[in-house]
């Protein structure tokens, strides 16, 4: 092999590494954009991720908040504890109100009632109203809304204490 034959065979491997390099550089874009496409559209803060309701002292005991972003209600219960209720329905997912005047949960489609605690009182619903789990973090109410809980029934330990 002379010394111009090793020259030439230089310049090609260059060259081939070259376009092995381009080629890495286009599928490494492509498959960053595909990943990107592919990822949940979770906005961080919204339904579906962990939601800052307040401060803990912006909900007064005896109060129902709702907090659309999350669509959930801080229910504050009479004894200072704290409920995260998912306002969907658990009959056939419409949103549920509270009323104010009723003091209660009333769904307008068929009419399930629930308690400030989410319990059932009446209605085609099978369960109680769904709990999302709450962590009190510098003094703020934080959210799960990606982990919602069913509950066949309530009980006192689903509220959150300070
Ligand atoms: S969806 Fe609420 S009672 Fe049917």
């Known amino acids: 092999m002379n010394k111009q034959e ?38 961080p803060g919204g339904f579906g991720s962990k939601v800052i309701a307040g401060q803990v002292e912006e909900f007064k005991p ?10 959930f209600y801080i229910s504050r219960l009479e004894d200072g504890g704290l409920l995260a209720l998912w306002h969907r329905c658990t009959h056939l997912g419409c949103t549920v109100p509270w009323r104010d005047d009723e003091g209660l949960f009333h769904c307008p489609c068929h009419n399930s009632i629930f ?26 109410v934080v959210v799960d809304t990606g ?16």
């Open 6 to 43: 090793t020259s030439k065979v230089s310049r090609r491997q260059f060259l081939g590494m070259a376009w092995a390099a381009s080629l890495v550089g286009l599928f490494g874009q492509a498959g960053a954009a595909m990943l990107q496409f592919l990822k949940p559209r979770m906005k």
């Open 115 to 140: 308690t400030t605690e989410g319990d059932l009182v009446s209605g085609p619903a099978p369960r109680p109203m769904d709990l999302f789990p709450i962590e009190i973090v510098d003094g703020q």
């Open 147 to 162: 982990n919602p809980i069913e509950r066949a029934e309530i009980n006192p330990s689903d509220a959150t204490y300070i």
């Open 62 to 71: 005896g109060t129902i908040s709702h907090v659309r972003a999350g669509r």
